[in-house]
């Protein structure tokens, strides 16, 4: 025996054959149970970074602007002038427009105590249910005399 062959017998279990020398490895049968060693998933590496010649833009700030606006028809002032016009010119209308003269016996309550409450209610109700506003009024100051005179006609 040569001496490759001597050591394979001496590395060999006792049952096992001597044969002659390998000169290429041998691979063990793959079995069932034998597990298989995946080689590592690859990884996902962060962008290279930009190359000089691209070029970057950065998002725009983000600037928030809050409005706060005053109320107009919550304006006490605003409709107390608005109320005194309408009512002044109710008084003229029943006065002069052939119309408004069935409203007439009304002109007594509308020149005393009661009289600006109650335009200042018909005013309220065809600014709310119109869906206009107080300082509107007077640019549809025909609307707003036809109802005046719809809603008087209703108290005579």
Known sequence: MSSNTQQLALLAPPSAPVSAPVSAPVSAPVSSLSTTIQPPAPVNLPPAAPQKSSKFFPAPPVIQSYYLYQNVNADENLQEKVTLYFLDKTIDWIKEDITFKKLKPLLK????DYGYQIMHKVLKLFVRKGNTNWYDLKIQKSLVKS??????????
Do not use: A, M
């Open 147 to 156: 109802y005046i005179k719809y809603k008087l006609s209703s108290l005579v």
């Open 109 to 112: 309550d509308l020149r005393g």
